[in-house]
Structure formats: structure tokens, C-alpha cells
């Protein structure tokens, strides 16, 4: 069993940068492979990044490329999410999950945490 709790959320200016942090519980962490989602106001959760359990294996949607960086410290259970020049379109709760195999589908995750509301203004 893994729980997962995101923080690091806010209301930010067009340009602007935040970090999420998404903390979990449990000794087995660093099996885990990790990711982060979206949800925006009346569209399906969307993939943003994910990150193997050795962090050797790293993947973007196309939308964050080149903007967000996905990073891991297994030694204090955290996965991060380093999001720079950010848009509005970017305005969505964000979701950080756990599961055994690195992918870009949100089906594949087994834990979920409850999600940070992120708000970039223009």
C-alpha cells in the first residue's frame, strides 16, 4: 500500500514557476514508478510526466516538454515537479500516482493522491 499527498500548488502569473512535491508513505517506494496527471475544468485527466523507479526513464507529454522536469529522491520518498514558464492552460488540479511499471496511462496506476490545484493567471 502506498499513500500519496501533493503540495506545492498555488496561484501563479502567466511565466511564472511553481514545484510540486508528492510525498509518499511506505518502504517500498523506490519500487515504484511515478507519475503526474491533469485535470482541468470539464476535460479528462491528461498525462504530464513520469519517472521510472531509478528515475533512469523519464517521459513527457508534448505539452510540458522543454517546461517541466520530473525528479525523484528515493531516500526522502518525494517525486517532484518542477514546472517553469507556465501558461494558463496549464490551470488544473494535479494528480501524483504510483504503479509498477513506468507508462503514460493513467489506467496503469494503482495509487493516487488526492491532488493540488494549480492557477495560472494571464
Known amino acids: 500500500q502506498v499513500q500519496l499527498v501533493e503540495s506545492g500548488g498555488g496561484l501563479v502569473q502567466a511565466g511564472d514557476s511553481l514545484r510540486l512535491s508528492c510525498a509518499a508513505s511506505?518502504?517500498?517506494?523506490?519500487?515504484?514508478?511515478m507519475g503526474w496527471f491533469r485535470q482541468a475544468p470539464g476535460k479528462e485527466r491528461e498525462f504530464v510526466a513520469a519517472?521510472?523507479?531509478?528515475?533512469?526513464?523519464?517521459y513527457y507529454a508534448d505539452s510540458v516538454k522543454g517546461r517541466f522536469t520530473i525528479s525523484r529522491d528515493n531516500a526522502k520518498n518525494t517525486v517532484y515537479l518542477q514546472m517553469n514558464s507556465l501558461k494558463p492552460e496549464d490551470t488544473a488540479v494535479y494528480y501524483c500516482?504510483?504503479?509498477?511499471?513506468?507508462?503514460?496511462?493513467?489506467?496503469?496506476?494503482?495509487?493516487w493522491g488526492q491532488g493540488t490545484q494549480v492557477t495560472v493567471s494571464s
Open positions: 519517472i521510472s523507479w531509478s528515475g533512469n526513464n523519464i
Open positions: 500516482a504510483a504503479s509498477t511499471v513506468v507508462a503514460v496511462t493513467g489506467f496503469t496506476y494503482d495509487y
Open positions: 511506505g518502504r517500498t517506494f523506490s519500487s515504484y514508478a
